[in-house]
DNA sequence: GCCGTTTTCGGCCCGACTGTTTTCAGTCG
Protein backbone atom coordinates (compact mmCIF):
# COMPACT_ATOMS: atom_id res chain seq x y z
CA UNK A 1 0.00 0.00 0.00
CA UNK A 2 1.11 3.32 -1.04
CA UNK A 3 2.67 6.14 1.53
CA UNK A 4 -0.56 8.01 2.10
CA UNK A 5 0.85 11.95 1.53
CA UNK A 6 0.49 14.07 4.78
CA UNK A 7 -2.67 16.09 5.22
CA UNK A 8 -2.46 19.91 3.97
CA UNK A 9 -5.63 20.37 6.65
CA UNK A 10 -3.01 19.69 9.54
CA UNK A 11 -0.73 22.05 10.92
CA UNK A 12 2.49 22.49 9.74
CA UNK A 13 4.53 23.70 12.42
CA UNK A 14 7.53 21.44 12.40
CA UNK A 15 8.14 22.29 16.10
CA UNK A 16 5.14 20.78 17.19
CA UNK A 17 5.15 17.38 15.04
CA UNK A 18 7.81 15.96 17.32
CA UNK A 19 6.05 16.63 21.03
CA UNK A 20 8.70 14.50 23.27
CA UNK A 21 7.17 12.40 26.15
CA UNK A 22 8.67 12.17 29.25
CA UNK A 23 9.48 8.96 28.65
CA UNK A 24 11.42 9.53 25.80
CA UNK A 25 13.20 12.20 27.54
CA UNK A 26 14.22 10.26 30.53
CA UNK A 27 15.56 7.49 28.29
CA UNK A 28 18.05 9.90 26.87
CA UNK A 29 19.14 10.57 30.51
CA UNK A 30 19.46 7.72 31.78
CA UNK A 31 21.29 6.56 28.34
CA UNK A 32 23.35 9.45 29.17
CA UNK A 33 23.97 7.84 32.64
CA UNK A 34 25.01 4.68 30.39
CA UNK A 35 27.57 6.20 28.62
CA UNK A 36 29.13 8.22 31.57
CA UNK A 37 29.22 4.93 33.52
CA UNK A 38 31.13 3.11 30.66
CA UNK A 39 33.47 6.19 30.54
CA UNK A 40 34.17 5.34 34.41
CA UNK A 41 32.71 8.98 34.92
CA UNK A 42 31.91 10.51 38.70
CA UNK A 43 29.54 7.61 40.32
CA UNK A 44 27.51 10.21 41.82
CA UNK A 45 27.40 12.39 38.42
CA UNK A 46 25.67 9.62 37.21
CA UNK A 47 23.67 8.89 39.90
CA UNK A 48 22.41 12.20 39.59
CA UNK A 49 20.86 11.67 35.91
CA UNK A 50 19.75 8.45 37.05
CA UNK A 51 17.66 10.24 39.92
CA UNK A 52 16.78 13.49 37.24
CA UNK A 53 15.37 10.85 34.64
CA UNK A 54 13.08 9.05 37.70
CA UNK A 55 11.54 12.53 38.43
CA UNK A 56 10.75 13.07 34.69
CA UNK A 57 9.29 9.64 34.18
CA UNK A 58 7.06 10.70 37.85
CA UNK A 59 5.88 14.15 36.30
CA UNK A 60 1.82 14.33 35.39
CA UNK A 61 3.06 17.46 33.39
CA UNK A 62 4.78 17.24 30.09
CA UNK A 63 8.17 18.15 30.61
CA UNK A 64 7.70 18.91 26.85
CA UNK A 65 5.41 21.32 27.76
CA UNK A 66 6.95 22.90 30.60
CA UNK A 67 10.35 24.08 28.71
CA UNK A 68 8.22 25.28 25.95
CA UNK A 69 6.16 27.53 28.73
CA UNK A 70 9.80 28.54 30.13
CA UNK A 71 8.92 26.90 33.59
CA UNK A 72 12.04 26.57 35.92
CA UNK A 73 12.70 22.69 36.15
CA UNK A 74 14.96 23.24 39.01
CA UNK A 75 12.13 23.45 41.03
CA UNK A 76 11.53 19.62 41.10
CA UNK A 77 13.86 16.71 42.68
CA UNK A 78 17.22 16.41 41.43
CA UNK A 79 17.28 18.57 38.58
CA UNK A 80 19.65 21.68 38.96
CA UNK A 81 20.77 23.90 36.35
CA UNK A 82 23.07 21.09 34.31
CA UNK A 83 20.33 18.55 33.98
CA UNK A 84 17.79 21.50 33.72
CA UNK A 85 19.53 23.06 30.45
CA UNK A 86 20.37 19.41 29.12
CA UNK A 87 16.80 18.62 29.43
CA UNK A 88 15.79 21.86 27.44
CA UNK A 89 18.21 21.14 24.88
CA UNK A 90 16.58 17.26 24.30
CA UNK A 91 13.14 19.40 24.36
CA UNK A 92 14.30 22.58 21.63
CA UNK A 93 17.04 20.05 19.58
CA UNK A 94 15.36 16.63 19.67
CA UNK A 95 19.06 15.60 21.16
CA UNK A 96 21.79 16.09 23.45
CA UNK A 97 25.25 16.90 21.97
CA UNK A 98 27.14 15.54 25.41
CA UNK A 99 25.35 12.22 24.36
CA UNK A 100 26.28 11.94 21.01
CA UNK A 101 29.68 12.80 21.39
CA UNK A 102 29.87 9.92 24.25
CA UNK A 103 28.40 7.51 21.41
CA UNK A 104 30.72 8.26 19.10
CA UNK A 105 33.37 7.39 21.33
CA UNK A 106 32.29 3.86 22.25
CA UNK A 107 31.89 0.88 20.62
CA UNK A 108 28.74 -0.34 18.92
CA UNK A 109 28.31 -2.78 21.73
CA UNK A 110 28.65 -0.67 24.26
CA UNK A 111 26.91 2.13 22.70
CA UNK A 112 23.91 -0.38 21.89
CA UNK A 113 23.87 -1.26 25.68
CA UNK A 114 23.42 1.81 26.87
CA UNK A 115 19.46 1.80 26.24
CA UNK A 116 19.20 -0.80 28.65
CA UNK A 117 19.91 1.22 31.73
CA UNK A 118 19.65 -1.47 34.27
CA UNK A 119 21.97 -3.41 32.40
CA UNK A 120 25.77 -3.00 34.01
CA UNK A 121 28.46 -2.56 31.25
CA UNK A 122 31.34 -4.20 33.24
CA UNK A 123 29.34 -7.07 34.24
CA UNK A 124 27.95 -7.29 30.47
CA UNK A 125 31.17 -6.81 28.39
CA UNK A 126 32.67 -9.81 31.09
CA UNK A 127 29.78 -12.30 29.45
CA UNK A 128 30.12 -10.95 25.84
CA UNK A 129 34.17 -12.11 26.81
CA UNK A 130 33.17 -15.46 28.20
CA UNK A 131 30.69 -16.33 25.33
CA UNK A 132 32.11 -14.75 22.53
CA UNK A 133 28.97 -12.97 21.69
CA UNK A 134 28.73 -9.08 20.86
CA UNK A 135 24.83 -7.71 21.20
CA UNK A 136 21.73 -7.59 23.04
CA UNK A 137 20.15 -9.78 20.69
CA UNK A 138 22.57 -12.65 21.51
CA UNK A 139 22.69 -11.79 25.26
CA UNK A 140 18.80 -12.50 25.47
CA UNK A 141 19.29 -15.95 23.14
CA UNK A 142 21.76 -17.15 25.87
CA UNK A 143 19.57 -15.99 28.53
CA UNK A 144 16.77 -17.46 27.29
CA UNK A 145 18.67 -20.60 26.90
CA UNK A 146 19.85 -21.06 29.98
CA UNK A 147 23.44 -20.87 29.21
CA UNK A 148 24.36 -17.92 31.44
CA UNK A 149 22.72 -19.33 34.21
CA UNK A 150 24.66 -22.49 33.71
CA UNK A 151 28.19 -21.23 32.87
CA UNK A 152 28.17 -17.75 34.61
CA UNK A 153 26.54 -18.65 37.96
CA UNK A 154 22.98 -17.44 39.27
CA UNK A 155 23.79 -14.27 40.28
CA UNK A 156 24.68 -12.46 36.70
CA UNK A 157 21.68 -14.46 35.48
CA UNK A 158 19.51 -12.48 37.80
CA UNK A 159 21.42 -9.59 36.89
CA UNK A 160 20.34 -9.94 33.24
CA UNK A 161 16.92 -11.06 33.48
CA UNK A 162 16.07 -8.05 35.66
CA UNK A 163 17.71 -5.72 33.26
CA UNK A 164 15.85 -6.91 30.07
CA UNK A 165 12.98 -6.79 31.68
CA UNK A 166 11.74 -3.26 31.78
CA UNK A 167 9.59 -3.59 35.67
CA UNK A 168 6.07 -2.79 36.01
CA UNK A 169 5.77 -2.57 39.47
CA UNK A 170 6.29 0.12 42.13
CA UNK A 171 6.69 -0.31 46.19
CA UNK A 172 3.32 0.82 47.72
CA UNK A 173 5.01 3.34 49.79
CA UNK A 174 6.16 5.25 46.22
CA UNK A 175 3.12 5.17 44.86
CA UNK A 176 1.43 7.19 47.27
CA UNK A 177 2.29 10.08 45.77
CA UNK A 178 1.85 8.94 42.27
CA UNK A 179 -1.32 8.70 43.11
CA UNK A 180 -1.98 11.65 44.69
CA UNK A 181 -0.44 13.79 41.65
CA UNK A 182 -2.81 10.87 39.57
CA UNK A 183 -5.91 12.33 41.49
CA UNK A 184 -5.05 15.74 40.80
CA UNK A 185 -4.52 15.51 37.49
CA UNK A 186 -7.96 13.47 37.00
CA UNK A 187 -9.55 16.16 39.11
CA UNK A 188 -8.29 19.34 37.38
CA UNK A 189 -7.14 17.72 33.76
CA UNK A 190 -9.80 15.59 33.36
CA UNK A 191 -12.48 17.35 34.97
CA UNK A 192 -13.30 14.89 37.60
CA UNK A 193 -15.65 15.74 39.63
CA UNK A 194 -15.14 13.24 41.86
CA UNK A 195 -12.03 10.66 42.27
CA UNK A 196 -11.45 7.79 44.83
CA UNK A 197 -8.31 5.19 44.59
CA UNK A 198 -9.61 2.16 44.55
CA UNK A 199 -7.50 -1.89 43.49
CA UNK A 200 -4.32 -3.22 45.40
CA UNK A 201 -3.75 0.81 46.30
CA UNK A 202 -6.61 1.31 48.46
CA UNK A 203 -5.88 -2.43 49.59
CA UNK A 204 -2.19 -1.81 50.11
CA UNK A 205 -0.91 -4.10 49.26
CA UNK A 206 3.02 -3.68 49.73
CA UNK A 207 3.70 -4.05 45.62
CA UNK A 208 1.24 -2.30 42.98
CA UNK A 209 1.23 -3.01 39.29
CA UNK A 210 -1.78 -1.29 38.54
CA UNK A 211 -3.25 1.73 39.94
CA UNK A 212 -7.13 2.06 39.76
CA UNK A 213 -9.48 5.00 40.41
CA UNK A 214 -13.46 5.08 40.13
CA UNK A 215 -14.39 8.82 39.12
CA UNK A 216 -17.39 10.71 38.05
CA UNK A 217 -17.48 13.02 35.39
CA UNK A 218 -20.20 14.07 32.44
CA UNK A 219 -18.05 13.18 29.79
CA UNK A 220 -15.57 10.56 29.86
CA UNK A 221 -14.40 10.86 26.56
CA UNK A 222 -12.34 14.22 27.35
CA UNK A 223 -10.84 11.94 30.35
CA UNK A 224 -9.45 9.50 28.20
CA UNK A 225 -8.00 11.51 26.04
CA UNK A 226 -6.33 13.52 28.60
CA UNK A 227 -4.68 10.44 30.36
CA UNK A 228 -3.36 10.22 27.23
CA UNK A 229 -1.27 13.03 27.76
CA UNK A 230 -0.32 11.87 31.45
CA UNK A 231 3.47 12.86 31.34
CA UNK A 232 3.29 14.04 27.46
CA UNK A 233 2.48 10.98 26.65
CA UNK A 234 0.93 7.45 28.02
CA UNK A 235 0.07 4.76 26.10
CA UNK A 236 -3.90 3.44 25.96
CA UNK A 237 -3.65 -0.16 26.48
CA UNK A 238 -7.28 -0.19 26.32
CA UNK A 239 -10.86 1.60 26.54
CA UNK A 240 -14.26 1.45 26.04
CA UNK A 241 -16.94 3.36 27.14
CA UNK A 242 -16.73 2.95 31.19
CA UNK A 243 -13.01 2.04 30.96
CA UNK A 244 -9.73 3.11 30.24
CA UNK A 245 -6.22 1.91 31.21
CA UNK A 246 -3.05 3.41 29.93
CA UNK A 247 0.58 2.59 30.84
CA UNK A 248 1.76 5.47 32.45
CA UNK A 249 5.91 6.76 31.95
CA UNK A 250 6.83 4.86 35.26
CA UNK A 251 5.89 1.86 34.30
CA UNK A 252 2.71 1.31 35.86
CA UNK A 253 -0.62 0.84 34.58
CA UNK A 254 -3.30 3.66 35.74
CA UNK A 255 -6.88 1.96 35.48
CA UNK A 256 -10.12 4.52 35.24
CA UNK A 257 -13.68 3.48 35.47
CA UNK A 258 -16.80 5.62 35.49
CA UNK A 259 -19.62 5.17 37.87
CA UNK A 260 -22.57 6.98 38.80
CA UNK A 261 -23.55 8.59 42.67
CA UNK A 262 -26.24 6.02 42.59
CA UNK A 263 -23.89 3.39 42.02
CA UNK A 264 -20.53 4.83 43.29
CA UNK A 265 -20.45 2.21 46.34
CA UNK A 266 -20.81 -0.83 43.80
CA UNK A 267 -18.45 0.37 41.48
CA UNK A 268 -16.09 0.91 44.41
CA UNK A 269 -16.30 -2.50 45.62
CA UNK A 270 -16.18 -3.82 42.56
CA UNK A 271 -12.77 -1.86 41.28
CA UNK A 272 -11.24 -2.68 44.59
CA UNK A 273 -11.44 -6.34 44.67
CA UNK A 274 -9.78 -8.95 44.83
CA UNK A 275 -10.96 -11.20 42.97
CA UNK A 276 -10.56 -13.67 45.93
CA UNK A 277 -13.02 -11.70 48.31
CA UNK A 278 -15.67 -11.95 45.72
CA UNK A 279 -14.88 -15.66 45.59
CA UNK A 280 -15.35 -15.86 49.06
CA UNK A 281 -18.79 -13.52 49.13
CA UNK A 282 -20.13 -15.96 46.64
CA UNK A 283 -19.20 -19.30 48.34
CA UNK A 284 -20.49 -17.65 51.08
CA UNK A 285 -24.31 -17.43 49.65
CA UNK A 286 -23.56 -13.41 48.80
CA UNK A 287 -24.91 -12.85 45.25
CA UNK A 288 -22.47 -9.97 44.26
CA UNK A 289 -23.68 -10.22 40.76
CA UNK A 290 -27.17 -10.37 41.18
CA UNK A 291 -26.96 -7.20 42.97
CA UNK A 292 -24.74 -5.80 39.93
CA UNK A 293 -27.50 -6.83 37.76
CA UNK A 294 -30.26 -5.47 39.38
CA UNK A 295 -31.52 -1.84 39.38
CA UNK A 296 -30.60 -1.04 42.97
CA UNK A 297 -29.45 2.13 44.09
CA UNK A 298 -25.87 1.55 45.81
CA UNK A 299 -24.47 4.49 46.46
CA UNK A 300 -22.00 3.55 49.10
CA UNK A 301 -19.99 0.33 49.65
CA UNK A 302 -22.02 0.38 53.25
CA UNK A 303 -25.31 -0.01 51.26
CA UNK A 304 -23.82 -2.83 49.37
CA UNK A 305 -22.72 -4.78 51.76
CA UNK A 306 -25.99 -3.88 53.79
CA UNK A 307 -27.84 -5.62 50.99
CA UNK A 308 -25.34 -9.08 51.57
CA UNK A 309 -26.12 -8.90 54.75
CA UNK A 310 -22.76 -7.69 55.90
CA UNK A 311 -21.23 -5.14 58.02
CA UNK A 312 -18.43 -3.44 55.84
CA UNK A 313 -15.24 -4.79 55.34
CA UNK A 314 -12.10 -2.77 55.98
CA UNK A 315 -10.24 -2.99 52.39
CA UNK A 316 -6.92 -4.34 53.54
CA UNK A 317 -8.90 -7.50 54.57
CA UNK A 318 -10.80 -8.28 51.29
CA UNK A 319 -8.34 -11.12 50.16
CA UNK A 320 -10.83 -13.94 50.61
CA UNK A 321 -8.93 -15.25 53.53
CA UNK A 322 -11.54 -15.31 56.48
CA UNK A 323 -13.19 -11.78 56.30
CA UNK A 324 -15.78 -12.73 54.85
CA UNK A 325 -16.86 -15.61 57.96
CA UNK A 326 -16.11 -13.17 60.77
CA UNK A 327 -18.39 -10.26 58.82
CA UNK A 328 -21.38 -12.79 58.87
CA UNK A 329 -19.90 -13.57 62.93
CA UNK A 330 -20.08 -9.97 63.46
CA UNK A 331 -16.34 -10.50 64.49
CA UNK A 332 -14.50 -8.30 62.12
CA UNK A 333 -11.62 -6.87 64.09
CA UNK A 334 -11.11 -3.48 64.86
CA UNK A 335 -7.86 -2.78 63.03
CA UNK A 336 -5.06 -0.99 64.18
CA UNK A 337 -4.82 3.00 63.54
CA UNK A 338 -1.50 4.89 62.94
CA UNK A 339 -2.97 6.94 65.80
CA UNK A 340 -3.07 3.63 68.33
CA UNK A 341 0.91 3.74 67.90
CA UNK A 342 2.64 4.90 71.25
CA UNK A 343 6.03 4.16 70.44
CA UNK A 344 8.17 3.11 68.05
CA UNK A 345 11.15 -0.01 69.13
CA UNK A 346 13.69 0.43 66.58
CA UNK A 347 15.50 2.76 64.97
CA UNK A 348 19.32 3.99 64.67
CA UNK A 349 21.30 7.63 65.09
CA UNK A 350 24.49 8.75 64.08
CA UNK A 351 25.82 5.96 67.21
CA UNK A 352 26.19 3.75 63.93
CA UNK A 353 24.55 4.91 60.41
CA UNK A 354 21.82 6.81 61.39
CA UNK A 355 21.69 10.69 60.52
CA UNK A 356 20.49 11.94 63.70
CA UNK A 357 20.90 11.69 67.53
CA UNK A 358 19.07 10.12 70.09
CA UNK A 359 17.92 13.58 71.11
CA UNK A 360 16.64 14.39 68.06
CA UNK A 361 15.12 11.30 67.29
CA UNK A 362 13.37 11.54 70.76
CA UNK A 363 12.65 15.29 69.74
CA UNK A 364 10.93 14.01 66.11
CA UNK A 365 9.31 10.87 67.91
CA UNK A 366 7.84 13.03 70.68
CA UNK A 367 5.94 15.63 68.07
CA UNK A 368 4.35 12.86 66.40
CA UNK A 369 2.69 11.86 69.61
CA UNK A 370 5.04 9.05 71.03
CA UNK A 371 5.13 8.55 74.85
CA UNK A 372 8.35 6.60 74.18
CA UNK A 373 11.04 5.24 71.54
CA UNK A 374 13.48 2.52 71.68
CA UNK A 375 17.50 2.82 70.44
CA UNK A 376 18.52 -0.15 68.40
CA UNK A 377 22.10 0.75 67.03
CA UNK A 378 23.84 -2.25 65.25
CA UNK A 379 26.04 -4.34 66.91
CA UNK A 380 30.01 -4.89 66.95
CA UNK A 381 30.11 -7.37 64.14
CA UNK A 382 28.41 -5.34 61.79
CA UNK A 383 31.32 -3.13 60.95
CA UNK A 384 29.72 -1.06 57.59
CA UNK A 385 27.39 -0.25 59.66
CA UNK A 386 29.10 1.07 61.91
CA UNK A 387 28.16 -1.15 64.61
CA UNK A 388 28.83 -0.51 68.57
CA UNK A 389 31.70 -1.87 70.59
CA UNK A 390 30.80 -3.24 73.79
CA UNK A 391 32.50 -0.47 75.36
CA UNK A 392 30.57 2.17 72.95
CA UNK A 393 27.27 0.36 73.90
CA UNK A 394 28.55 0.81 77.69
CA UNK A 395 28.96 4.83 76.70
CA UNK A 396 25.35 4.91 74.64
CA UNK A 397 23.20 3.06 78.07
CA UNK A 398 24.72 5.79 80.34
CA UNK A 399 24.15 8.63 77.71
CA UNK A 400 20.34 7.13 77.71
CA UNK A 401 20.03 7.09 81.50
CA UNK A 402 21.54 11.07 81.42
CA UNK A 403 19.20 12.50 78.38
CA UNK A 404 16.38 10.58 80.30
CA UNK A 405 16.53 12.82 83.08
CA UNK A 406 16.65 15.97 80.77
CA UNK A 407 13.13 14.50 78.51
CA UNK A 408 9.58 15.62 79.21
CA UNK A 409 6.86 13.75 78.41
CA UNK A 410 9.06 10.73 76.31
CA UNK A 411 11.08 8.32 77.61
CA UNK A 412 14.45 6.59 75.60
CA UNK A 413 14.58 2.69 75.82
CA UNK A 414 17.91 1.34 75.55
CA UNK A 415 18.35 -1.44 73.60
CA UNK A 416 20.26 -2.68 70.15
CA UNK A 417 19.98 -4.63 67.26
CA UNK A 418 21.61 -7.66 68.09
CA UNK A 419 23.41 -9.60 64.71
CA UNK A 420 22.60 -13.03 65.05
CA UNK A 421 25.60 -14.72 64.28
CA UNK A 422 26.26 -17.58 61.84
CA UNK A 423 25.86 -19.99 65.25
CA UNK A 424 22.93 -18.64 66.69
CA UNK A 425 24.83 -16.52 69.42
CA UNK A 426 24.47 -13.16 69.60
CA UNK A 427 26.62 -10.30 69.36
CA UNK A 428 27.52 -8.81 72.88
CA UNK A 429 28.09 -10.92 75.99
CA UNK A 430 25.14 -11.83 78.34
CA UNK A 431 26.57 -9.34 80.80
CA UNK A 432 26.07 -6.60 78.72
CA UNK A 433 22.46 -7.56 76.89
CA UNK A 434 21.30 -7.34 80.72
CA UNK A 435 21.82 -3.56 81.11
CA UNK A 436 19.26 -2.93 77.98
CA UNK A 437 15.42 -2.94 78.29
CA UNK A 438 14.81 -4.99 75.44
CA UNK A 439 16.87 -6.47 72.34
CA UNK A 440 15.71 -6.48 68.74
CA UNK A 441 17.76 -9.27 67.04
CA UNK A 442 18.59 -9.48 63.53
CA UNK A 443 20.41 -11.86 60.88
CA UNK A 444 22.46 -9.59 58.90
CA UNK A 445 24.95 -12.08 56.48
CA UNK A 446 25.29 -15.38 55.12
CA UNK A 447 21.31 -15.48 53.72
CA UNK A 448 22.93 -18.28 51.20
CA UNK A 449 22.23 -21.25 54.59
CA UNK A 450 19.74 -24.22 53.94
CA UNK A 451 16.11 -23.63 55.47
CA UNK A 452 17.05 -26.03 58.22
CA UNK A 453 20.20 -24.23 59.02
CA UNK A 454 18.70 -20.47 58.87
CA UNK A 455 15.71 -21.75 61.29
CA UNK A 456 18.37 -23.56 63.62
CA UNK A 457 20.19 -20.36 63.83
CA UNK A 458 17.35 -18.33 64.97
CA UNK A 459 16.09 -20.90 66.97
CA UNK A 460 19.24 -20.69 69.23
CA UNK A 461 19.26 -17.56 69.09
CA UNK A 462 15.87 -17.24 70.87
CA UNK A 463 17.77 -19.56 73.59
CA UNK A 464 19.65 -16.74 75.01
CA UNK A 465 17.13 -15.52 77.82
CA UNK A 466 17.92 -11.87 76.44
CA UNK A 467 16.92 -11.99 73.20
CA UNK A 468 13.35 -10.05 72.55
CA UNK A 469 12.37 -9.49 68.92
CA UNK A 470 13.22 -10.96 65.95
CA UNK A 471 13.79 -7.87 63.53
CA UNK A 472 13.04 -8.39 59.40
CA UNK A 473 12.53 -11.89 60.12
CA UNK A 474 13.00 -13.29 56.37
CA UNK A 475 15.51 -9.80 55.14
CA UNK A 476 13.57 -9.73 51.99
CA UNK A 477 13.76 -6.80 50.19
CA UNK A 478 10.40 -6.22 48.03
CA UNK A 479 11.32 -5.90 44.39
CA UNK A 480 15.17 -6.63 44.69
CA UNK A 481 15.97 -9.70 46.49
CA UNK A 482 13.72 -12.73 48.03
CA UNK A 483 14.57 -13.42 51.84
CA UNK A 484 16.34 -16.32 53.39
CA UNK A 485 14.41 -19.49 54.41
CA UNK A 486 13.25 -20.10 57.35
CA UNK A 487 10.69 -22.23 59.09
CA UNK A 488 8.58 -19.50 60.28
CA UNK A 489 6.19 -21.79 62.59
CA UNK A 490 8.90 -23.34 64.32
CA UNK A 491 10.39 -20.22 64.77
CA UNK A 492 6.55 -18.70 66.03
CA UNK A 493 6.37 -22.07 68.46
CA UNK A 494 9.77 -21.26 70.10
CA UNK A 495 8.75 -17.37 69.97
CA UNK A 496 5.91 -18.70 72.59
CA UNK A 497 7.79 -20.86 74.20
CA UNK A 498 10.60 -18.23 74.90
CA UNK A 499 8.57 -15.31 75.42
CA UNK A 500 9.93 -13.48 72.43
CA UNK A 501 8.03 -12.22 69.63
CA UNK A 502 8.56 -10.54 65.79
CA UNK A 503 8.15 -7.01 64.45
CA UNK A 504 6.70 -5.52 61.49
CA UNK A 505 9.59 -3.62 60.10
CA UNK A 506 8.09 -1.29 58.28
CA UNK A 507 10.63 0.32 56.44
CA UNK A 508 9.09 0.43 52.81
CA UNK A 509 11.25 -1.98 50.55
CA UNK A 510 11.11 -4.54 53.34
CA UNK A 511 7.60 -4.54 55.26
CA UNK A 512 8.87 -7.44 57.02
CA UNK A 513 6.96 -9.85 58.80
CA UNK A 514 4.86 -9.85 55.71
CA UNK A 515 0.68 -9.61 56.38
CA UNK A 516 0.87 -13.10 55.34
CA UNK A 517 3.45 -13.61 58.45
CA UNK A 518 1.91 -11.06 60.51
CA UNK A 519 -1.00 -13.31 60.50
CA UNK A 520 0.42 -16.38 61.76
CA UNK A 521 2.13 -14.65 64.45
CA UNK A 522 -0.96 -13.11 65.68
CA UNK A 523 -2.77 -16.26 65.23
CA UNK A 524 -0.33 -18.17 67.83
CA UNK A 525 -1.35 -15.00 70.15
CA UNK A 526 1.65 -13.19 69.82
CA UNK A 527 1.58 -9.54 70.51
CA UNK A 528 3.69 -7.93 67.58
CA UNK A 529 5.86 -4.78 67.42
CA UNK A 530 5.43 -2.19 64.13
CA UNK A 531 8.71 -0.93 63.96
CA UNK A 532 10.13 2.06 61.35
CA UNK A 533 13.74 0.85 61.98
CA UNK A 534 14.27 4.57 60.90
CA UNK A 535 17.42 5.98 60.10
CA UNK A 536 16.68 9.60 60.04
CA UNK A 537 13.64 11.67 61.87
CA UNK A 538 11.82 11.54 58.75
CA UNK A 539 12.02 7.78 58.14
CA UNK A 540 9.64 7.64 61.23
CA UNK A 541 6.49 8.17 59.06
CA UNK A 542 7.41 4.89 57.77
CA UNK A 543 5.10 3.54 60.34
CA UNK A 544 2.19 4.28 58.21
CA UNK A 545 3.50 1.30 56.15
CA UNK A 546 3.69 -0.68 59.07
CA UNK A 547 0.77 -0.18 59.98
CA UNK A 548 -0.69 -1.28 56.11
CA UNK A 549 0.80 -4.85 56.73
CA UNK A 550 -0.70 -4.97 60.40
CA UNK A 551 -4.41 -4.10 59.10
CA UNK A 552 -3.56 -6.46 55.69
CA UNK A 553 -2.65 -8.77 58.61
CA UNK A 554 -6.14 -8.21 60.74
CA UNK A 555 -4.01 -6.91 63.66
CA UNK A 556 -5.99 -4.76 66.59
CA UNK A 557 -4.19 -2.77 68.94
CA UNK A 558 -4.43 -5.09 71.82
CA UNK A 559 -2.06 -7.75 69.08
CA UNK A 560 0.40 -4.49 68.48
CA UNK A 561 3.11 -4.54 71.27
CA UNK A 562 3.85 -0.59 70.73
CA UNK A 563 0.24 0.22 71.40
CA UNK A 564 0.78 -0.26 74.68
CA UNK A 565 1.59 2.62 77.22
CA UNK A 566 4.87 3.10 78.73
CA UNK A 567 4.57 1.22 81.91
CA UNK A 568 3.16 -1.50 79.98
CA UNK A 569 5.13 -2.00 77.75
CA UNK A 570 8.27 -1.33 80.15
CA UNK A 571 6.28 -4.73 81.97
CA UNK A 572 5.92 -6.42 79.02
CA UNK A 573 9.43 -6.20 77.77
CA UNK A 574 10.84 -7.26 81.23
C1' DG B 1 25.59 16.81 38.84
C1' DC B 2 22.83 17.95 43.08
C1' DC B 3 22.31 19.88 47.46
C1' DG B 4 22.18 22.86 52.02
C1' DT B 5 18.84 22.68 60.33
C1' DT B 6 26.93 20.84 58.42
C1' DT B 7 24.40 26.21 52.53
C1' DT B 8 28.24 28.11 47.71
C1' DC B 9 32.18 23.58 49.07
C1' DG B 10 32.61 19.22 49.89
C1' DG B 11 29.73 15.70 50.94
C1' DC B 12 27.21 12.18 48.20
C1' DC B 13 28.43 5.91 53.27
C1' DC B 14 31.87 2.11 53.04
C1' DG B 15 34.75 -1.95 54.91
C1' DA B 16 34.93 -6.80 56.18
C1' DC B 17 33.55 -11.07 54.70
C1' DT B 18 32.17 -14.62 51.36
C1' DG B 19 32.72 -17.76 47.76
C1' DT B 20 33.52 -19.21 43.54
C1' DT B 21 33.84 -16.87 37.85
C1' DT B 22 40.17 -19.11 42.58
C1' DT B 23 41.54 -13.51 43.00
C1' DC B 24 38.43 -9.98 43.12
C1' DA B 25 33.56 -8.77 42.56
C1' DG B 26 29.34 -9.06 45.08
C1' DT B 27 27.10 -8.47 49.31
C1' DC B 28 25.31 -6.99 53.68
C1' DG B 29 22.79 -2.03 56.41
Known sequence: MPQIAPSLHRDPAPSADKRLSNTEIAHQLTTLAQLLASAGENPFKIKAYRRAATTVQSLPESVHELVQSDADLTAFAGIGKGIAGAIREIVQSGNLRMLDRLKANVSPELAALSEFPRLDPKRVQQIYRKLGISS??????????????RLLGPRLEHHVRQ??????????????????????FLRQRGGAKRVEAAGDF???????????????????????????????????????AERATVRLPIGILLTVELATTARWGLALLLATGAEAHFGALEAAGHDLAKLARSRQRFPTEESVYAALGLPVIPPELREGLDEVARAEADDLPRLVALTDLRGDLHMHTTASDGAHSIEQMAAAAKERGYRYIGIADHSQSLK?????????????IRRIDKINEKLDGIR??????????????????????????????SIHSRFGLSREQQTERILRAMDNEHFTILGHATGRLLLRRPGYQIDLERIIAQAQARRCTFEINASPDRLDLSAAHARLAREAGLKIA????????????????????ARRAGLTKKDVLNCLTLPQVVKALT
Open 202 to 240: RRRVEVIRELNFVIQTDDFAPVVDELQRYGGHSELVRAD
Open 136 to 149: VSALREKLDAGEIG
Open 163 to 184: ALITSHELLLHDVDDIAAAAED
Open 530 to 549: INTDAHSTRELDFMRCGVDV
Open 412 to 441: VLKSAEVDIRIDGTLDYPDELLRELDYTVC
Open 384 to 396: IAGGLSEEALWGQ
